[in-house]
């Protein structure tokens, strides 16, 4: 996963749903609503189902649902009611600064008085859900760029929605301690995780190791400048939506403090997920309009860091899919490990 989330699985149809990872009864039942067609009228036909670490998502037509799994993790709970309603909220209210008409509210699952589930009844509630516009998945920024039909047009009004979301964006909350804490005890998991891994990729977390340890004033000038906002969390290709206009879906809602960051850390971490899509002029061109937009010449060793930090975060992530009890796609895992440890060593970006 991202720091939130797995790949998303392939798309399934309701009648494939018994391999999924949802193995109390209770969610299992209400799957079993969402997944049905039925269950959202007439002109819908099918319902695909998609899997992450914490959500399960139902495509049904022009609308998609997001459950939340009862799960624990170090970095979040969800096994209350309570707290799936108030992250639920929270992600409409944070997504709506990037995708205002993507996120269209919350969904009840409620039992009915015969004992059935329904999709808003009346009855008491068992379960909330994100209620969202369905994207189309061929205009995704992943897609586009497989296909080589970005434009240079495109990039700069999403660097337009960038730059008005940061400038716009409320201020972090971290001091120079606080902020500078928070990137070496993220890179410490990653490092820990590489060692275990393969040893070679460490000559880059050890890069990363040596700027925190002796360059941490540019970091702290950062903060003392106001550059830090609470912002997107997890701003990959596959968010970024340049339909008619470009929207950026999926923030990371649940943790306040892990979307406490520098825009052009958010920038660096795009561009290399482009880069390693093929298209490293993407994120080129979005740090230079961006740097214009914002008045921000960021000096060009903190661009440096950012990437090199972001890679070894991605590789660690990767690897975390091979400690799942049924990792799915493990053979995917390693290579996307590795190949985002050599595209750290080597993606310069320039603002």
Known sequence: MSRRRAAAAAPMTGAAMNGLGTRDAATQEKVALLANPATHGAQVRAVEV???HMSLLFLAGD?????KKP?????LDFSSLAARARNCADEVRLNRRLAPQVYLGLSRITRQRGGALALDGDGAVVDWLVRM???????MLDQRIAEATVTAAE???????LARFYAEAERGRLDGDGY???LRAEHAASRRALAAFEPDGLALADEVQRFLDHDHGLLRARVDAGRIVDGHGDLRAEHVCLDAAPVVIDCLEFNERLRQVDPFDELAFLGLDCARLGAAWIGERLLARLSAALADAVDARVLRFYVRYRACIRARLALAHLDEPQPRAAERWRPQARAYLKLGAQFSPRS
């Not at 609308?63 to 459950?67: E, P, S």
């Not at 990039?155 to 929605?161: G, Q």
Request: aromatic share 10%; hydrophobic share 50%; glycine share 4%.
């Open 133 to 139: 516009r369905r994207l189309p998945r061929r205009m």
């Open 50 to 52: 998609v899997e992450t």
């Open 63 to 67: 609308t998609v649902y997001k459950l």
């Open 71 to 75: 799960v624990v993790y170090p970095f």
């Open 155 to 161: 990039i700069d009004a999403l660097a337009a929605l």
């Open 180 to 182: 500078v804490g928070q």
